[in-house]
């Protein structure tokens, strides 16, 4: 056969899209692995503040300080459901909490175990909260998941990954944003003429 | 089943199959490479000569009705080689004749994850279960393209994340951007979203997502004479966002374009007769011609002239700034369907097709899609 003309090879898993069951929002914290990248740096996973503790017996404050941040980071970013059904779904029985806080209430998976890295830097260490599924249906059983649903190469056991630092650093922030809305006028104006056109697309 | 593990939502529109999974369209190797593959890359490098003669001329960018204060965004963007993304090139193929160019879709083109994801998994299934024989091909590199050039991009501009961005309600664009960003994703860019009526402006005149980040580098499913005019159309020059695709597709998505590559390269074996509006005397009244506006989207505001007789075919919101003749070239017709063609182009390489039918001669938006295979 010559030359195959068609893409050798896709990344299904990548495609796979993150939740089964849509949850009603993820967040967008996310550790970005890069196959192509030398600067990456080691991150460990923890399923528990002690494993932390016992692991790095010279860093006790900074393993309570980075549990901490996801546990935040969790509260802020985890997926949601609106039944526990969906939830237990996706992660599995007893795998979920019911939340009632000033963003509304929903289910969200218990955080299943945390990323560190760089824990004995003095300047700065990165902490994110991981999930795993216990579910027969679910495309995460047994595996690292984020909250934005990014799945980690290998089972629950692989505890150590290498990472791409930049993916840490703090995102530029701009001093604030003094208005919105200035983009899609022509959308509203062409699209309330109607008519045929599918499904509303800008596309062509 | 599987549809909804990949998230592809958009299988029917108006109760009509959008994606047909019983029928496909088969090749000769020699019908891709010859007659499609080649054109597609001439007639885009036709199309780029035409690009760089209109930035450098003011005759040319008014023609092509591009906002005045924005001349040299425009140009600015050629200039500096920012990148293109893709293309999806329209075409007319009966399987026997020279393919015939109907529309260049340069800025905002869709079916990108039908042609790319999809239609590649259809083969591999269809070879797995003995359905289609295992030396079949595909004119389908789209996918492996997109993620290659999406890195070339984020290095071009010397970032590691990228925003994305279309309109809200509208869930095959939403589709068409999420399989981008899982494309970005693998190449290791790091995706953000935001919905295109949601971006802000920040008071140092940066664009911001709705967390107040800036856009520094955006892929945007929203066509660029929309953004010239709408209101913050006047703080692109100074936001310093890096677009995809870049402002110079402004030209490039345009219909004046269609008379131009007449104009500059007449009977090509791959163009179809066309005019500007205002040149139709040059036009034969005893030919049949039609009549698209130089911004149009989804087939809207289309009329067929026939023996000088105008008879609209399609309404649309459309032509307030012109109109052009192409000659009439009816949609070749297979097993009852009219068949058009759509030749992708990942930067200037030449990516793989997409097939959609229609029931009517002439392209509306309601096509279904077909995948194909080479043998």
Redesign the interface.
């Known amino acids: 056969?010559?030359t195959?003309?068609?893409?050798?090879?896709?990344?299904?898993r990548?495609?796979?899209?993150a939740f089964?069951l849509k949850p009603l929002a993820v967040g967008?914290a996310?550790v970005?692995l890069?196959?192509?990248?030398d600067d990456r740096q080691d991150a460990r996973i923890y399923t528990s503040l002690d494993e932390c503790k016992i692991d790095n017996p010279d860093a006790i404050a900074q393993c309570d300080a980075a549990y901490q941040t996801a546990l935040d980071e969790a509260a802020r970013t985890s997926p949601r459901y609106t039944t526990e059904n969906d939830c237990e779904h996706e992660f599995g029985a007893n795998q979920c909490q019911y939340v009632n806080n000033n963003q509304g209430s929903f289910f969200m998976p218990f955080m299943a175990g945390f990323m560190v890295s760089q824990l004995l830097s003095p300047s700065r260490y990165y902490s994110q909260p991981l999930y795993t599924s216990y579910s027969p249906y679910s495309s995460y059983r047994s595996r690292w998941v984020t909250a934005d649903g990014y799945v980690f190469d290998g089972d629950i056991r692989k505890r150590n990954y290498r990472v791409?630092p930049?993916?840490f650093k703090p995102?530029?922030?701009?001093?604030?944003?003094?208005?919105?809305?200035?983009?899609?006028?022509?959308?509203r104006?062409?699209s309330s003429?109607g008519?045929?056109?599918?499904?509303?697309?800008?596309?062509? | 089943m599987l549809a909804a593990e990949y998230g592809f939502h958009f299988h029917t529109m108006y109760g009509e199959p959008y994606w047909d999974e019983s029928a496909y369209y088969q090749f000769s190797l020699a019908q891709i490479e010859n007659h499609i593959e080649d054109p597609t890359a001439e007639i885009h490098q036709m199309c780029l000569a035409v690009v760089d003669e209109v930035v450098n001329s003011e005759m040319l960018m008014k023609r092509f009705a591009i906002p005045t204060a924005h001349w040299d965004f425009v140009r600015q963007s050629w200039l500096n080689k920012e990148p293109s993304l893709y293309s999806r090139l329209d075409l007319v193929y009966d399987g026997v004749n020279p393919a015939k160019l109907l529309e260049n879709n340069a800025d905002t083109p869709t079916s990108l994850y039908e042609s790319g994801f999809w239609q590649w998994l259809w083969l591999e299934h269809q070879v797995q279960e003995g359905h289609i024989a295992r030396n079949a091909d595909q004119f389908n590199s789209l996918q492996e393209k997109l993620v290659h050039r999406l890195g070339e991009i984020a290095q071009f501009y010397q970032v590691h994340e990228m925003h994305f961005a279309c309109c809200k309600d509208t869930e095959e664009d939403r589709g068409t951007v999420q399989y981008l960003q899982d494309c970005a994703s693998e190449a290791g860019i790091e995706d953000k979203f935001v919905y295109v009526e949601d971006i802000g402006l920040s008071e140092n005149g940066l664009f911001t997502d709705t967390a107040d980040n800036p856009l520094m580098s955006c892929f945007k499913l929203y066509p660029w004479e929309f953004m010239l005019s709408e209101s913050y159309g006047d703080h692109l020059e100074t936001a310093d966002t890096n677009w995809v695709e870049p402002p110079w597709k402004a030209i490039l998505s345009n219909k004046a374009l269609l008379p131009m590559l007449w104009q500059r390269f007449p009977n090509h074996p791959n163009l179809l007769p066309s005019y500007f509006s205002d040149d139709a005397h040059r036009v034969s009244s005893n030919e049949k011609w039609i009549k698209k506006p130089l911004f149009s989207r989804e087939g809207a505001n289309i009329s067929l002239l026939d023996n000088g007789e105008e008879q609209v075919l399609s309404e649309g919101p459309y032509g307030e700034e012109g109109f052009i003749l192409q000659a009439y070239s009816p949609l070749p017709k297979f097993d009852g369907n009219h068949t058009l063609i759509g030749s992708w182009l990942v930067d200037d390489m030449p990516a793989g097709i997409s097939i959609r039918e229609d029931k009517s001669p002439i392209t509306q938006d309601l096509s279904r899609y077909l995948p194909h295979v080479i043998l």
């Open positions: 056969m010559a195959q003309k068609r893409s050798k090879h896709i990344n299904l990548r495609m796979r899209k089964a967008v996310g970005l890069s196959a192509c990248s791409r930049d993916a995102k530029p922030t701009v001093t604030r944003t003094m208005s919105r809305g200035g983009f899609g006028s022509s959308v104006a062409k003429w008519s045929s056109s599918r499904s509303g697309s800008w596309g062509s």
